[in-house]
């Protein structure tokens, strides 16, 4: 069974940086869509950056668009959100996710299939103070 665990959330002042890490472990697939989201009380989870492991597509939310980047280590089985010019809106809990790319998918099914993302890790808290 498959098990992500986030690390490096915290709190920083609006305009800071932070970069989140999604460690995991339990199971290996040669092609992975990878994901992070998020999730602020009231409201639903939404996909802010997703990756295709075998193409490296990637694809972000438009609010964090030139902000944040996804990226992957998959020799460490590791993916990164590197979030810079944060805002207070940015304030959430973040989620990464990963599942496997089913072979009739296509590489922007990583973002447009967030529902089917099989595995998640339990979150970790991002704060952003203005």
């Known amino acids: ?4 665990v986030e690390s490096g959330g915290g709190s920083v002042q609006a305009g800071g940086s932070l970069r989140l890490s999604c460690v995991a472990s339990g199971y290996t697939y040669s092609r992975d869509c990878v ?4 999730q602020t009380p009231g409201k639903e989870r939404e996909g802010i950056a997703t990756a295709d492991t075998g193409s490296g597509l990637t694809s972000y ?3 964090v668009k ?7 280590d998959t020799a460490k ?14 304030t959430a809990v973040y ?15 990583c973002w ?6 099989r595995f998640w890790g339990q ?3 991002v704060t952003v103070s203005s």
Not at 1 to 4: A, I, K, N, S, V
Not at 66 to 72: A, C, L, Q, V
Not at 77 to 90: A, I, R
């Open 61 to 63: 939310h438009d609010s």
């Open 112 to 117: 447009t299939r967030q529902t089917q993302y």
């Open 35 to 38: 994901g992070w989201f998020r």
């Open 66 to 72: 030139g902000r944040f980047t996804i990226s992957h």
């Open 95 to 109: 989620y990464c996710a990963a599942t496997p790319f089913l072979w009739y998918w296509r590489s922007d099914d």
């Open 1 to 4: 069974q498959g098990q992500l």
């Open 123 to 125: 979150g970790t808290q």
């Open 77 to 90: 089985n590791t993916v990164y959100l590197q979030m810079t010019s944060l805002k207070p809106e940015d």
